[in-house]
C-alpha cells in the first residue's frame, strides 16, 4: 500500500509562486509514476501533469509553462512548482501514484489547498 503526503498549500496572491510536495513511502519510490491533479468548487478533478523516474514528464496545456513537476528518489518525494498563480489556480490538489502506465492513477493523497487571491 502507498500513502502520499502533500505539503506546501496556502494563500498566495496573483503572480506569486508556490511549491508544492508530495511525500510516499509503502513502496519503491522509482517504481511509481506520479502525479499531480487539481479540483476547484464545483469542477470535475483535472489533470495537471505527470513524472516518471526515467525524468520523463507531461503536462496539462493549462499548466504547461508555468507549472514544473520534479522528483527526487532518493527522497521519495515529488515536487509541483508553480508559478506566475492566477485566481483560477484556486483548488484542491491532489498528489496520485500508479504502477503501470495503463492502469488507472492507484493511490492518492488528502490534498492540499491552494488559493490564489487578485
Known amino acids: 500500500q502507498v500513502q502520499l503526503v502533500e505539503s506546501g498549500g496556502g494563500l498566495v496572491q496573483a503572480g506569486g509562486s508556490l511549491r508544492l510536495s508530495c511525500a510516499a513511502s509503502?513502496?519503491?519510490?522509482?517504481?511509481?509514476?506520479m502525479g499531480w491533479f487539481r479540483q476547484a468548487p464545483g469542477k470535475e478533478r483535472e489533470f495537471l501533469a505527470a513524472a516518471w523516474s526515467s525524468g520523463s514528464t507531461s503536462y496539462a496545456d493549462s499548466v504547461k509553462g508555468r507549472f514544473t513537476i520534479s522528483r527526487d528518489n532518493a527522497k521519495n518525494t515529488m515536487y509541483l512548482q508553480m508559478n506566475s498563480l492566477k485566481p483560477e489556480d484556486t483548488a484542491v490538489y491532489y498528489c496520485?501514484?500508479?504502477?503501470?502506465?495503463?492502469?488507472?492513477?492507484?493511490?492518492w493523497g488528502q490534498g492540499t489547498q491552494v488559493t490564489v487571491s487578485s
Open positions: 509503502g513502496r519503491t519510490f522509482s517504481s511509481l509514476i
Open positions: 496520485a501514484a500508479k504502477v503501470l502506465v495503463t492502469s488507472n492513477w492507484t493511490y
